[in-house]
């Protein structure tokens, strides 16, 4: 932000910069996946519920979202973790 700015939410030429380029990415990725998958069902079925059926995947997920909420204030051990997994799965399965 530029320090004499009137508006203080004014952003400088490099932040419209990197928003430009997010904005650019953000629709590139939304024109490929229409483009594949032609509908919000299809790709659901076909992309959505096969990551998050993986176990891999779906725990790579959790900790990574996990880790940007900062839910984790200290080293990462591996009981923390399963167990983290192992509740956070209950949401996911259906009765």
Known sequence: MHENAKNPSQLTDEDVGIVDELYVGCVAVMLHIIQKYRTPKRYVQESVLKTIT??????????????????????????????????????????
């Open 54 to 95: 993986s176990d891999k995947k779906f725990a790579m997920g959790r900790i990574m979202i996990n880790s940007f909420t900062q839910k984790y204030e200290s080293p990462l051990l591996p009981n923390k973790i399963n167990k983290d997994l192992a509740e956070e799965a209950n949401l996911f399965v259906q009765d």
